[in-house]
Each structure stands twice: as structure tokens, then as C-alpha cells.
């Protein structure tokens, strides 16, 4: 996994070490709203987990939480065994990379990078060296002078990892940090803090809103509702076998098809759905009222065989070309349903208004408790 | 536009100048005057009014003990404010509108009417020294001037750098000093050097407070100008109008003129 | 020496809705009790005063002030003062701040430097510069004999003419500065647009530029009348004794008669105005049309 020679602390193993950061039961409140509830999370060394939700779920507070710039109402934070819930932060040796990055723009892009060496005692001779190290980890050698202010984005970016990691962090938190750049620039920008940060072998918590960030990030991905941990999981698993509606519809594209179970055996449920009878894995009593859940890449055009597949037949709506793919829309009678289908290779005859027979395998249908209680 | 055609404006833009110069130049001429009356224009050169400074001790006084009163007040000012702006700006503490418009309301109400208020609670909690009463009213008058320009600058500055400079191993207070500090610099001494000057030439405030020992700079000044005026006060006049430019000029290179009186 | 005060404070950018104690906000404290004790606590003490006599309470202060033609006359002085000085402040500032606001360049920076010098000026020095200006063989006239307006020299100095003149040049650029920066931040493509619509110059001033600066408008009038209502310094030297303001009853009752109820009446009615015109002028500010910045 390490190829890389760095000056810095090398790669750790690839097995985790579990529990080497450990949030249990924290719960935080700003005045009557509760912000996180009774929340655990157990990361393990040299891990990277992120925390994947939408704004308001809690994922920058408990971020906070664990920097220590945020104090908890209840539970604990431990990492590495210490624990940390009432060491003030700036005794936590925890790094941080901020949003917008919090550079320094009083000081040079290697003042920057000694800030937190100086602020540690580090003695002149080893700082330099340490900050040399530092800028050629994040390929930044020739800007050691140039005033912060004068970087663009993405080198900002990697300043602001520079100073956080030089001063060897036991754990080190991202707070959104690919928001600020373009979408071009991101993407390299993912796969490089990537390498460098499992070359360094060090611990990360990365917040974010965008679900791919996640995905081509993670080592696992913590998915978070409301002050809740909905689903963790690694990449595939969270995409491919999400535990609850909120995490199929918040991570990739899905279809939902809302019906009600009419029976079932063997683990597989039938539901009636407007689309005709659907079956798919699954306990749930006589008479639920549920929702089927499919990602539209697991849908494929034509009949399959009754006992592997679903098959139903629609009108299309819309097709949406993509070039390598394209995304077909269909008609559906009922508000809050949505039948997505995803194609490589598009039949000639589609059009929206044109009938059309898919199928997909009972294995990929999920099946949740209809939103709003199961039974109203 | 063509009603207020540009030429107009602009001629009546150089004559406003003109105007509001008129009495500063007068000033700076007479203090070079040979005579001893104000007498326009003026007889001849002579520069025995500002030797004649060095014989005014009362005068001399007075500005010391102005500049004492002026800088101390300030860097009361400065720092109680400052830690003050901070809360307000963070929303640390309720009402924090409200505070902000308390902490620069004096700058609102006249002059006389605090100078009343200072005196009278002065004699009703029994403060009789004459020098800190000045120094409590100054701070007073100087924290509106420091309240405005550092939450100016305060809701520019991104308070993630302060969480960094913590993270990276620096308690709170020793954030602020080492981040905080230099990046509102700017305000500070443009908030400084405005409340400098409200300080060292308020007389409707220091009026009340004073002592026939102990007077202020312009107290001084307007006594003279009442009682004997002669080309001294021409002098030490001139040479507080160039010390005040000094001082412009100076801010100007550190934060520019622009940025100053744009708070 | 004030600065624009246009805004009334400064606001905070972002102040979290919600409240929780944090210890951090032990930082405000000092600054707060100072202000609490050394600023409100006498104001308000003040106020008090001027409630009270000797036997206790008491509104033989404000009965002598509003019950007397004299001193209903002082008011009417202090208020005639700041309105004639705020309207001859606003007819040669308005068009100043605009020459001000249109040039570009270098220029701008240094004629902005020399509108904004003379604030900076001990108001002491500058009335005693102008006394000097006054006397009779001051420059004006110096200028008006050479001229040859008058033939012999006049007396000014402790004349109205002497008064007006003064405190318009000391509180001109309180008028020029707000204004200006209103007036700079207007879209000049907006007059193009209405002379564009076939409005005349006086239709244009009329319905754009006068209520897009009208915010300006406020501002300065609302600074130049609340500081020259309270003049003490500047018509103290010009007029002296015959002409009375409010500000000198006031110092007088504290300073030569010790008659502090009048004096404490009269600084809560002063008070009682500045707090009035700002209120009116945040009032103003805000309501549609003259929308702040």
C-alpha cells in the first residue's frame, strides 16, 4: 500500500485498529434543538471515515466535538485510548483542515507551516527541515516564500494539509475541504489527499455534503440524519446495501416504488405496487405499507425469469443522454414514486411516449417501512 | 447631471476647500509673524514665537498632560473594547446589537451633557483626583472609536483562523494575540488614531473636569485665546496641526487614508 | 472630533441565533462594567438629577427652563443655529460631495485627504484661526476693503455673520463625507438610463439622484444638527454672551452660578433632542426608498 518514501510517519498497516477513536454516546444541544443524540462512532487507525449528510445533520458539530472546539453535554471522545472529552483543544493534538482553509494570510506559505511547530517548541533547526518535508509532501517546494494570499484554490489547499499534518496530529479532521474548488480541480485534488494521506498512515474524519466524495474517499462512510449515524458502512457496502430509505435516496441515484405487502415466504416479500407485483428480499407483515428501492444501473430492458427477476412494464417519460449512458424516466401514477432506469445501450425505438418492458434482480431490491410510519 | 453640471460642482468642491483651509492657513501664518497683533498680512517673517514656546510652561503642561491622558485612554480603550467587539461578534453573549450600539452610544450624545453626567457622579461617588476622573471620562469618549473600527474589522475576519491557530496547539488567548491581533491591525490603528484625536482635543467633556492645576491641551488653549492671545498660541497651534498631519501620513503608509475614514 | 456617524453602530456580521454560555464570553465583561459604570451609571444619574432638589423630587428645574421666555428663547437659539447651519452645510455640500464622488483617480485621493484634514484639526484651533480671520484688520477684511465691497473695515467679530460662517466651515465636511459615500457607490449608468428615458436634468435630479442619496442626505443633516445643537466651543468664541445656546446655560449652571438643577434640566432636554433626531433618522433610514447602503 506504502510505496512512497516520506520524511513523515510511515504507513500504518492496512488492518485497522479498531476503536482508536472512540465517540460514545455524545450528545450536544444548542439551546432547545438537539443537535446530536446519544451518538457512538468507533474509528480505527489509520482509517479514513467520513461523515456524509446534509447541512443541519450534525456532521461539523460533532467534527467540533471532537477537535475540542465544541464541548459535549454528555458522553465521551477518546483517541488512542486517552480520554480527551475535557482536554481543551489546543492540547488534543488533533489536526484540522478547515473549510475555506484558515490560512494565515499575515504569514508566508512556510510561516504558515511552522505556526504549529513553533507553537509546540519545536527547535529553529528541526522546523525547517520539518516544513521542507512538509511543502514537498504536498509538492508545494517553490512556494515557501509566496504569501498565502497570492495561491490559488487547490494550493492553498494543500498548504492548509501541510499545516496540519506537519505537526504529526493523532487524528486528523476535514471539514469539507474540496467545497471552495471547481469541479475539475476536486477531483485530482480527492485523489491525491488520498495517497497522501494513507502514505502518512494517519486517521481521518472527513466532512462532507457529496455523497462521490465519499464514495471515492472513504474507507467507510458514516451517513448522517438529523443528529443520528443512519448507516456505516464501507463505500459499497452504503451504496449497494443501504439500511434505510434516507441512505439509498442520500447516496447515488435511486428509483422508489411505494406499495403495500400482500405476502411472502423464504425471506421475500410481494408488494402491490401501480407498477403490477414486485417481489424483493425481505420480513415484513401482511398489509405494510412499504417502498422498493432499486439504483437505475441495476435496472436492465427486456423480460428476465420469474424467479430471479421483477419484470414490469411503463411509459417512457424523458430520456436524458448522458453519452456513455442514458437515463430514462418514467411515467408514474403516483406522487413520491420515481422509476429511474440507467442504460448503457438504448434500444432504437425509445422515445418518451414509447411503452417498454424492464426487469431487475430480486438481490438488488431494497425494501424499507414507507416514510411516515408503516401503517397509517 | 447637467443640472449640477460637473464645472459647478467642481468649482464649488475648490472652494469648500479653499474655506475649510482658510482658518488653518491663518493660523500657520501668524505663527510666523514678526508682530505681536494678528494684523493681515502679516509685517514680516520671524520665528520668535515658537522660541518663545519653550517659556510656556503651562502650555507645555497642558500637552503632556494631554498626551498622557489621549494615549492612555486609548490603549484602555483598545483592549476592554477589542475583547468586547470579539464577544459581540462571535454571539457570545445575548442582545449582541444591542451592546454594540451601548458601547458606541457615547459618541452621540453631546459632548456638555457627558461632561455633566462625569462631574456629578465624580463628586457623588467621591472621586476628587483630578487625573483619573479625566482618564475614566476619556476612556469613555474613545470607545465608540475603537468599537466601530474593530467590529468593521472583526466582520471581515474569518474566525476559523483562531479555531486553526487553537488546533495547532495555541490556547484561546494566545490565538487571539498571535492571529487575531496582527490581521486587524488595519483597525486598530486607524480605530486608535481617531480616538487619539477625540481624546486630545475634547473640551465640552474636560471642561467640567479639570483643576486650575491640572488642564488638557485644548482647556489651555481656549483659556489663552480668551485671556491674552498672542502668536504663542498661533504657535503650538502650528505645530499641532502638523503633528496631526504627521500622524495622517503615517496611518496613511501603515493602512491608508481610505480605509481609515471609510469606518 | 466625531466621525460619521451615519450608522449608528457597526453591526456584527454573523451572530449565531442561538445562545449558550460559553466561558469565552467572560471576555466582554470588563469592557461592559466599565461602560455600565463609568457611561450609563451617570447619565442616568444625571437624569435623576434633574428630578430632584433639595426637598426631593422636584420639577422646579424643568418649570424654570420651559416656564421662563429666556430660556425658551436659549432653545430656540441652540435650534435655530443647528437648522440654519445643516441647511447651509447641506446647499454647498451637496454639490461638493457630488464633484468629489465623480472624479476619478489620484484626484479623488487627494481632494478627499483635504476635505477629511481640516476634521482632524483641533476645533480650539480652527475658532481661534477664525477669530483671527474676524478681527478688523483680519483678512476678510483685508479682502472685502481690497476688493472694494466696503471702504473701511467692519466689525465681525461677536456678529451672527461671524457665527454662521464659523460653524459651517468647522462642520462642513460632517455634511461632505456622508454623502460622498453614498454618492459613490451610485450607478452614474442609472442617470444615463433616465436621461435615456427622455427625463431632463431637473426630472433626473428630482426622481433619482435626489432619493438614491437621500440616505446621505440623512445621515449628514442628522450628524451636522445633532453636533451643531451642542456647540459649545465655536459659538462661544465667535458670539460669546450675545448669542445664548443651550450648551452655554449648561456649562454656565455647573461652571459659574451652581444652579445644577437648571443645568441637569437643560442637559436632559438637550439630550431629549439628540436622542429624538437619531431616532428619527433610523426611522427615516429604514423605511422604503431610503434603504441604507
Redesign the interface.
Same mark, same amino acid.
Given at each position: 500500500m506504502s510505496q512512497q518514501a516520506t520524511a513523515l510517519p510511515p504507513a500504518a498497516e492496512a488492518q485497522h485498529e479498531p476503536g482508536y477513536l472512540a465517540v460514545s454516546n455524545v450528545t450536544k444541544r444548542f439551546g432547545a434543538a438537539t443537535v446530536l443524540d446519544s451518538l457512538s462512532l468507533s474509528v480505527g487507525r489509520a482509517e479514513f471515515v467520513s461523515l456524509l449528510g446534509p447541512s443541519g445533520c450534525g456532521k461539523t458539530t460533532l467534527l467540533r466535538l471532537i477537535a475540542g472546539l465544541l464541548a459535549p453535554d454528555q458522553g465521551a471522545i477518546e483517541v488512542g485510548g486517552r480520554d480527551l472529552t475535557r482536554v481543551a483543544a489546543h492540547r488534543r493534538n488533533i489536526g484540522v483542515v478547515f473549510q475555506n482553509y484558515a490560512l494565515f494570510p499575515h504569514l508566508t506559505v512556510a510561516e504558515n507551516i511552522a505556526y504549529g511547530l513553533r507553537a509546540k517548541g519545536v527547535p529553529k533547526g528541526e522546523q525547517a527541515k520539518k516544513v521542507a518535508d512538509a511543502l514537498g509532501l504536498v509538492r508545494m517546494e517553490a512556494f515557501a516564500d509566496r504569501a498565502v494570499t497570492a495561491l490559488s484554490g487547490g494550493q492553498q489547499q494543500r498548504i492548509a494539509v501541510a499545516r496540519a499534518v506537519v505537526v504529526e496530529p493523532s487524528l486528523l479532521l476535514l471539514d469539507e475541504p474540496f467545497s471552495a474548488l471547481d469541479r475539475k480541480l476536486r477531483e485530482t485534488m480527492q485523489i491525491e489527499l488520498r495517497h497522501i494521506l494513507r502514505n502518512l498512515g494517519i486517521t481521518s474524519i472527513f466532512v462532507t455534503h457529496d455523497q462521490d466524495e465519499a464514495l471515492v474517499m472513504s474507507d467507510r462512510i458514516a451517513v448522517m440524519n438529523e443528529g443520528r449515524i443512519e448507516h456505516l458502512g464501507t463505500p459499497s457496502e452504503v451504496y449497494a446495501r443501504p439500511k434505510s430509505l434516507y441512505t439509498m435516496e442520500f447516496v447515488g441515484q435511486s428509483s422508489r416504488i411505494g406499495g403495500v405487502v400482500t405476502g411472502g415466504r423464504d425471506g421475500i416479500v410481494e408488494i402491490d405496487t401501480p407498477f403490477g407485483l414486485v417481489r424483493a428480499p425481505g420480513h415484513f407483515l401482511t398489509g405494510s405499507k412499504v417502498v422498493v428501492g432499486v439504483r437505475p444501473e441495476a435496472i436492465a430492458a427486456g423480460e428476465g425469469p420469474a424467479g430471479e427477476y421483477n419484470t414490469v412494464r411503463g411509459t417512457v417519460a424523458e430520456v436524458i443522454y448522458f453519452g456513455s449512458r442514458t437515463l430514462l424516466h418514467f411515467r408514474t401514477a403516483r406522487e413520491g414514486d420515481r422509476l429511474h432506469v440507467e442504460l448503457n445501450r438504448l434500444p432504437d425505438t425509445v422515445a418518451p411516449g414509447v411503452e417498454m418492458t424492464v426487469r431487475w434482480r430480486l438481490d438488488d431490491s431494497r425494501v424499507f417501512p414507507a416514510p411516515g410510519g408503516a401503517d397509517r | 447631471?447637467?443640472?449640477?453640471g460637473?464645472l459647478?460642482?467642481?468649482l464649488?468642491?475648490g472652494l *469648500?476647500?479653499a474655506?475649510?483651509? !482658510?482658518?488653518?492657513?491663518?493660523?500657520l501664518t501668524?505663527s510666523f509673524s514678526s508682530s505681536a497683533?494678528?494684523?493681515? /498680512?502679516p509685517p514680516g517673517f520671524s520665528l520668535r514665537w515658537y522660541a518663545s514656546l519653550g517659556k510656556a510652561d503651562s502650555m507645555l503642561q497642558a500637552v503632556w498632560l494631554s498626551t498622557q491622558i489621549a494615549a492612555l485612554s486609548t490603549a484602555i480603550s483598545l483592549v476592554?473594547?477589542t475583547?468586547?467587539a470579539?464577544?459581540? +461578534?462571535?454571539?457570545?453573549?445575548?442582545g449582541?446589537?444591542a451592546?454594540? +450600539?451601548? $458601547?458606541?452610544?457615547?459618541? $452621540?450624545?453631546?459632548?456638555? *451633557?457627558?461632561g455633566?453626567?462625569?462631574?456629578?457622579?465624580a463628586r457623588?461617588f467621591g472621586l476628587r483626583d483630578t487625573y483619573s476622573t479625566l482618564l475614566?471620562?476619556h *476612556? *469613555?469618549i474613545t $470607545?465608540p472609536?475603537i468599537?466601530?473600527t474593530v467590529?468593521?474589522s472583526?466582520?471581515?475576519f474569518?474566525f476559523?483562523?483562531v479555531?486553526?491557530?487553537?488546533?495547532?496547539?495555541?490556547? %484561546?488567548p494566545?490565538?487571539l494575540w +498571535?492571529?487575531l491581533v496582527?490581521?486587524i491591525l488595519p483597525g486598530f490603528v486607524s480605530g486608535g488614531l481617531?480616538a487619539f484625536?477625540?481624546s486630545?482635543?475634547? %473640551? /465640552?467633556v474636560s471642561?467640567?473636569l479639570v483643576d486650575v492645576r491640572t488642564k488638557t491641551l /485644548?482647556i489651555q488653549?481656549?483659556n489663552q485665546?480668551?485671556m491674552s492671545?498672542d502668536p504663542t498660541?498661533?504657535a503650538i497651534?502650528a505645530l499641532?496641526?502638523l503633528g +496631526?498631519?504627521a500622524a495622517?501620513i503615517v496611518c496613511d503608509r501603515l493602512v491608508g !487614508?481610505?480605509r481609515m475614514?471609510?469606518? | 472630533m466625531t466621525l460619521a456617524r451615519d450608522d449608528l453602530a457597526v453591526m456584527p456580521a454573523a451572530a449565531p441565533a442561538r445562545w449558550t454560555f460559553d466561558a469565552k464570553a467572560l471576555i466582554a465583561v470588563p469592557g461592559l462594567v466599565f461602560m455600565a459604570l463609568a457611561f450609563a451609571v451617570p447619565v442616568l444619574m444625571l437624569v435623576g438629577d434633574s428630578f430632584v432638589d433639595r426637598d426631593g423630587f422636584s420639577l422646579a428645574g424643568y418649570r424654570k427652563v420651559l416656564g421662563d421666555p429666556y430660556y425658551i428663547g436659549i432653545i430656540g437659539n441652540s435650534l435655530q443655529l443647528a437648522c440654519i447651519t445643516t441647511a447651509v452645510c447641506l446647499a454647498v455640500g451637496y454639490p461638493a460631495a457630488w464633484a468629489l464622488a465623480r472624479i476619478r483617480g489620484a484626484w479623488q485621493v487627494i481632494l478627499f485627504a483635504l476635505i477629511f484634514l481640516p476634521l482632524t484639526v483641533s476645533i480650539v484651533v480652527k475658532t481661534f484661526g477664525l477669530t483671527i480671520m474676524m478681527r478688523r484688520d483680519g483678512i476678510i477684511n483685508f479682502l472685502l476693503v481690497n476688493l472694494g465691497f466696503i471702504e473701511r473695515p467692519m466689525r465681525l467679530v461677536f456678529t451672527e455673520f461671524s457665527l454662521y460662517f464659523g460653524m459651517v466651515n468647522v462642520f462642513l465636511p460632517f455634511m461632505i463625507l456622508p454623502l460622498y459615500s453614498v454618492m459613490r457607490m451610485l450607478d452614474p449608468r442609472l442617470l444615463d438610463a433616465s436621461a435615456s428615458l427622455g427625463a431632463g436634468p431637473v426630472h433626473t435630479f428630482l426622481r433619482v439622484t435626489l432619493p438614491l442619496t437621500m440616505p446621505g442626505i440623512i445621515a449628514g443633516g442628522t450628524l451636522v444638527f445633532s453636533i451643531s445643537v451642542a456647540a459649545y466651543v465655536t459659538p462661544g468664541l465667535l458670539v460669546g454672551d450675545r448669542f445664548m445656546t443651550m450648551s452655554q446655560v449648561m456649562a454656565k449652571a455647573y461652571l459659574n452660578i451652581r444652579d445644577f438643577q437648571l443645568g441637569a434640566s437643560m442637559a436632559v432636554i438637550m439630550l431629549v433632542i439628540s436622542a429624538a433626531l437619531i431616532l428619527a433618522s433610523s426611522y427615516l433610514v429604514r423605511t422604503p426608498g431610503g434603504e441604507r447602503r
Open positions: - | 447631471m447637467a443640472l449640477f460637473s459647478f460642482c467642481r464649488v468642491l *469648500v476647500i474655506f475649510l483651509f !482658510l482658518p488653518i492657513l491663518i493660523v501668524v497683533v494678528f494684523a493681515f /498680512p476592554l473594547g475583547l468586547c470579539i464577544a459581540i +461578534t462571535r454571539g457570545m453573549i445575548p449582541a446589537k451592546v454594540a +450600539t451601548f $458601547m458606541a452610544s457615547p459618541l $452621540m450624545l453631546p459632548g456638555l *451633557v457627558l455633566i453626567a462625569f462631574l456629578q457622579a457623588d475614566i471620562a *476612556v *469613555v $470607545m472609536f468599537m466601530r467590529l468593521a472583526l466582520s471581515l474569518d476559523a483562523m479555531d486553526a491557530a487553537r488546533m495547532l496547539g495555541r490556547s %484561546y494566545a490565538a +498571535t492571529v496582527p490581521n481617531f484625536i477625540a486630545f482635543d475634547n %473640551y /465640552p471642561i467640567f /485644548p488653549l481656549l485665546v480668551e492671545p498660541v498661533a497651534s499641532l496641526i +496631526t498631519i495622517l !487614508l481610505k475614514a471609510s469606518i | -
